[in-house]
C-alpha cells in the first residue's frame, strides 16, 4: 500500500492576517478540499494522512464528510517546523506503507499522471520528486541589489510536490535530520543528507502552490474546468 501525507499545518503569512489559505474558497470549495480530492481520486494511494494545526481536526473531518471523500485517512497535529509535520504524519502512516508521497496542502493541481510517476520513480530509486526546469535566466546577487553574476539555467531546476519515498527512506532520512538539529525547507534535502538519489520527474502540466493573493485567479482558472 502507498500513502500520502498532506501537509496543512502552516499558517500562509504571506496571504495577509487572519487569512487561512487553505480555506479560501476556490472553483466552489475550499483550497484543501480540491488538493485533498485529487489524492482521494488516485489509484496509486490506498491511505490519506493529513497534518493539521490542532483545533482543526473536526474542520477536516467536516471536509471529507461534505465532498464524499472515500479513501481511509488520519489526522494528526502539526509540528514546529514542517519537517516536524511530516514527521508526525510519517508515524500515522500504516507500517506495511510502501511508497509514501507528501504533498503541500496549498497544491491543489498535482495530476494523477504526476502522483503516479513520482511514486512509480521512488519505488525503482528510493526517492522522486516533481519538478519544473528553470526557463528564466537566473542571476546571482551577493547583497540582493547588484547582480554579482548569471547563473547557468541548464542544470536548475524548481522543485514541488508531490515528493514520494520509499517508506524506510524518508523514515531514515528524517531522522538524520532530527538527529542532527538541521531545518530543511523540503524533503528531498533530508535525502541529500544521506546520499540518496532522488529522481526528477517533469511537471508537464501546472503544479502551482498559492503562496500570495495574486495566485488566486490562476488556481481558479486551473481548476473550474473540473467543477
Not at 68 to 94: M, Y
Not at 160 to 189: C, G, K, M, S
Request: charged share 25%; hydrophobic share 40%; proline share 5%.
Amino acid at each position: 500500500m502507498n500513502s500520502a501525507i498532506i501537509v496543512a499545518a502552516g499558517q500562509g503569512t504571506r496571504m495577509g492576517p487572519k487569512v487561512d489559505k487553505l480555506f479560501l474558497e476556490v472553483a466552489g470549495r475550499p483550497l484543501v478540499a480540491h488538493t485533498w480530492e485529487r489524492f482521494d481520486a488516485s489509484p496509486s494511494i490506498g491511505q490519506i494522512i493529513l497534518v493539521v494545526r490542532a483545533g482543526m481536526e473536526e474542520t477536516f473531518h467536516d471536509l471529507a464528510q461534505r465532498y464524499g471523500l472515500q479513501k481511509p485517512f488520519r489526522i494528526v497535529i502539526g509540528g514546529k517546523e514542517r519537517q516536524d509535520s511530516v514527521w508526525n504524519g510519517l508515524q500515522a502512516a500504516e507500517s506495511t506503507s510502501e511508497i509514501v508521497a507528501i504533498h503541500d496542502g496549498a497544491r491543489p493541481c498535482a495530476s494523477e499522471e504526476l502522483i503516479k510517476a513520482t511514486i512509480d520513480a521512488a519505488r525503482e530509486v528510493g526517492a522522486a520528486v516533481a519538478a519544473q526546469r528553470i526557463t528564466d535566466t537566473v542571476k546571482q546577487s551577493d547583497g540582493g541589489s547588484l547582480i554579482e553574476r548569471t547563473v547557468d539555467r541548464a542544470r536548475l531546476w524548481s522543485v514541488q510536490t508531490p515528493q514520494a519515498f520509499r517508506y524506510e527512506v524518508i523514515r531514515r532520512a528524517l531522522e538524520v535530520v532530527r538527529r542532527n538539529h538541521a531545518v530543511i525547507t523540503d524533503d528531498t534535502a533530508a535525502c541529500e543528507l544521506i546520499g540518496q538519489p532522488v529522481k526528477l520527474i517533469e511537471s508537464t502540466t501546472p503544479n502551482p502552490k498559492v503562496t500570495s493573493p495574486g495566485d488566486l485567479p490562476y488556481i481558479e482558472m486551473l481548476l473550474a474546468p473540473r467543477n
